[in-house]
């Protein structure tokens, strides 16, 4: 089986070596474990959104590949799980479906943090109990990105199999490039720590709502972008936050080049800037 998607017969998952190499995954688990990796002021992972609002317009690093490590040839980096022609779905899961539930959002970038939109992602995952659905399409699903970059998954918290931390599969592709196969973890799992293959660069920011939980994760593509003469390179998507507007649970904005979503309703205030009311607005 070759590396591709129905969407892009003739696409090639081209792995980069120096991206992969132990010694410096070594590096990024020993810094997480020191407390060292990116964090947000909240306590969450960085996301590319944040790190392009400080970074004074510098280029984002690319959405790292990540290897199973189990392929039966080394030319299948998506493992031994993967199969071609998912549906086409946003949710994984039925009312009726047994685990956490779990959402996942977030935008898909190029190199200049301008979003991409028509992007392909195609997830697949365990089921609460750690097992991969091989017959039918079970948690298995693939969707575009919108015209501003953007996406969301329902489906729920996989379940572990032995040797492995939690994670849920990914093949992320810009309209016509290249396929980028990958993983997203969870933070604060014991066997981070014990799996060979985690990557503190894959952590999605994950939170509890309610009897479930949300997660959030940006992709950056490797994709040359020029930002034009009034695309700033620093601003992710969302309307700017603004005294006397009345924001409903959900809307999105912006403060000082980060993004934000809003937790509930409310009419906002002078002195009720993001930043300074968790309550009312969450990262991301």
């Known amino acids: 089986m070759d590396n591709t ?60 590949q990540c290897d199973d490590g189990d392929d039966p040839t080394p ?4 493992g031994p799980y993967f199969k071609p022609n998912s549906p086409r779905r946003t949710s ?23 979003p991409i939109s028509g992007a392909l992602l195609d997830f697949w995952q365990a089921d609460t109990n750690g097992s991969y659905d091989m017959v039918q399409y079970a948690f298995r699903g693939h969707q575009f990105t919108g015209a501003d970059g953007a996406f969301s998954l329902t489906t729920i918290v996989p379940g572990l199999y032995p040797g492995r931390t939690r994670h849920i599969h990914v093949k992320a592709q810009a309209p016509g490039g290249r396929i ?30 309610g009897n479930g939980r949300q997660g959030s994760f940006d992709f ?6 020029t930002p ?22 959900g809307d999105r904005v912006t403060y000082g080049g980060v993004a934000y979503r809003c937790r509930q309703a409310h009419q906002s ?9 968790p309550a009312l607005w969450e990262r991301g």
């Not at 992969?20 to 997480?32: D, F, H, N, V, Y």
């Open 75 to 78: 030319p299948q980096m998506e």
């Open 220 to 225: 950056v593509l490797d994709v040359a972008q």
């Open 5 to 64: 998607t129905p969407h892009e017969p003739n696409a090639s998952d081209e792995a980069s070596a120096d991206r992969r190499r132990i010694s410096r995954k070594g590096l990024l688990k020993a810094a997480i474990v020191a407390g060292a990796a990116p964090l947000l002021a909240g306590g969450g992972v960085a996301l590319a959104r944040d790190a392009a609002s400080s970074g004074g317009g510098a280029l984002l690093e690319p959405t790292p």
């Open 228 to 249: 034009g003469p009034s695309d700033p390179p620093t601003d992710p998507p969302g309307s700017t936050w603004a005294s006397g507007t009345s924001y409903r649970a």
């Open 180 to 209: 980028v196969t990958t993983q997203l973890y969870f933070p604060d799992e014991p066997r981070n720590n014990t799996d060979a293959l985690f990557d503190p660069r894959l952590l999605m920011n994950v939170r509890s709502v």
């Open 269 to 277: 205030i002078t002195g009720w800037e993001p930043p300074n009311v």
């Open 92 to 114: 994984l899961v039925t009312p009726g479906t047994p685990g956490v539930p779990l959402t996942v959002s977030g935008y898909v970038f190029g190199r200049a943090c301008r």
